[in-house]
């Protein structure tokens, strides 16, 4: 076999795309409500009727129930990511994943090298030959004949793919606060990033180009307002998983327990892939994928200031 090989400068090839979404999500989120109300079980759905509107508020502020919500399924092209990425989103209860497959042809050998290893010259050296080992190794039991699903055990867990992910914005917006934790997550937290930006990208585009009506553009953007890393509504930093706390300090330790795992956690956040990332982010002056705070967060660290908000 040849050896294509490409590695990726951390999570610089990732990317998302939106594939489908219920564009008709308010006349359906309609159809249900009203079937609660028995004075409204025979009012037909129209974007002008007060009734209508004051229901798909209702829904969207969770002053009704949320089954409507989990109607509103969306669907992501995510590719180039890495198989530690794929485990991590892959734990979420409902939702659906069409992955690509290793199993029925070779694999192409891409490899994602975290930004904070590529950047060291030595250490992006030493990975490289780390990958090139692995890669021939595959190669040469795909050429001896072992299947590909066996030689496959012997590739690392940088090797990139690419998947379709379909989940509803409930659910979507409830992994959301843990996966954007600067202090919990890295590849993931890029992924859902991606994914909230392309998601209110297309539903602009749709919206004036009348593809949508008025309430399915408020339901979706209305709701995908409110993700964010979980703290950030009070404004508190969180975490309490002790490798690194609350080190990335977007916001104050929410109590002692925050400030003790910060204070003993186990890792410097400066030497992690994700503070390079985001450093990227700001230097590429990519801030639409930041949050509220976090252009600030930055500007912080690049005066030397690390452990105040």
């Given amino acids: 076999m040849k050896n294509l090989a490409h590695y990726s400068a951390g999570y610089s090839d990732v990317d998302v795309s939106i594939v489908d979404y219920d564009k008709n999500i308010a006349r359906h989120a309609w159809n249900c409500y009203r079937m609660t109300w028995r004075e409204l079980q025979d009012v037909e759905y129209d974007v002008n009727d007060k009734r209508v509107r004051e229901a798909i508020r209702n829904i969207i502020a969770f002053k009704a129930l949320p089954m409507p919500r989990e109607q509103a399924l969306m669907t992501f092209r995510i590719e180039n990511v890495s198989r530690v990425c794929l485990a991590q989103i892959t734990r979420q209860r409902k939702a659906a994943f069409n992955v690509e497959s290793q199993m029925p042809q070779p694999v192409g050998h891409n490899v994602i090298i ?9 250490l992006r050296k030493e990975a490289i030959e780390l990958c090139e080992a692995s890669q021939n190794f595959y190669n040469k039991l795909v050429d001896m004949g072992i299947p590909y699903q066996d030689a496959r055990y012997m590739l690392i867990h940088g090797q990139t793919t690419s998947f379709v992910y379909v ?33 209110l990208e297309q539903l602009e585009e749709d919206y004036e180009s009348g593809d949508i009506d008025e309430l399915t553009y408020l339901f979706y953007k209305d709701i995908l307002a ?16 002790k490798v690194f706390g ?20 186990t890792c410097d956040f400066k030497k992690s892939a994700w503070y390079a990332e985001l450093m990227r982010m ?22 030397g200031i690390f452990n105040e908000t």
């Fill in 114 to 122: 975290p930004l904070n290893i590529w950047q060291d010259e030595n």
């Fill in 167 to 199: 989940v509803d914005i409930n659910t979507f917006c409830g992994s959301f606060g843990m996966r954007c934790e600067n202090n919990l997550s890295d590849e993931i937290n890029l992924v859902y990033r991606l994914c909230l930006h392309r998601m």
């Fill in 226 to 241: 409110g993700c964010d890393c979980q703290g950030a509504k009070q404004r508190k930093g969180m975490n309490t998983d």
């Fill in 246 to 265: 609350n080190s990335f300090m977007r916001f104050n330790d929410a109590n002692e327990e925050v400030t003790a795992a910060t204070v003993n956690c």
């Fill in 282 to 303: 700001y230097d590429n002056e990519e801030f639409e994928l930041l949050f509220p705070g976090e252009k600030e967060m930055i500007e912080r660290w690049k005066a």
